[in-house]
């Protein structure tokens, strides 16, 4: 069975940077598709990143693209997510997700197995 415990998440202030950082217990890590989703409160999931099995493939949201870059390591069952320069309406709880596929997608249907989340929060 996969479970994805997320770690990281935290009250910081704007400009600050936070690495979420995300273990897979199961079997399937290295190959499987990962990646990030988040919400906040009172608004729709919303796609951050995602990364291909071994790491060639990457998707990023428009919005976050370039400040919060995805990587892997499947020799530890973990994918990061380094977050900087945080914004105020970065505030959110992010979510780990993994699919079953080798390639990532920005849809969350693509993603069978969540975590439950680590909240991140930024003050202005």
């Known amino acids: 069975q996969v479970q994805l415990v997320e770690s990281g998440g935290g009250l910081v202030q704007a400009g600050d940077s936070l690495r979420l950082n995300c273990v897979d217990s199961?079997?399937?890590?290295?190959?499987?598709?990962m990646g990030w989703f988040r919400q906040a409160p009172g608004k729709e999931r919303e796609f951050v990143a995602a990364i291909s099995w071994r790491g060639g493939t990457y998707y990023y949201a428009d919005s976050m693209k370039g400040r919060f870059p995805i990587s892997r390591d499947n020799a530890k069952n973990t994918v990061y997510l380094q977050m900087n320069s945080l914004k105020p309406e970065d505030t959110a709880v992010y979510y780990c997700?993994?699919?079953?596929?080798?390639?990532?997608?920005?849809?969350?249907?693509?993603?069978?197995?969540w975590g439950q989340g680590t909240q991140v929060t930024v003050s202005s």
């Open positions: 997700v993994q699919s079953r596929a080798q390639l990532p997608s920005r849809s969350p249907t693509h993603y069978g197995t």
């Open positions: 199961g079997r399937t890590f290295s190959s499987a598709a």
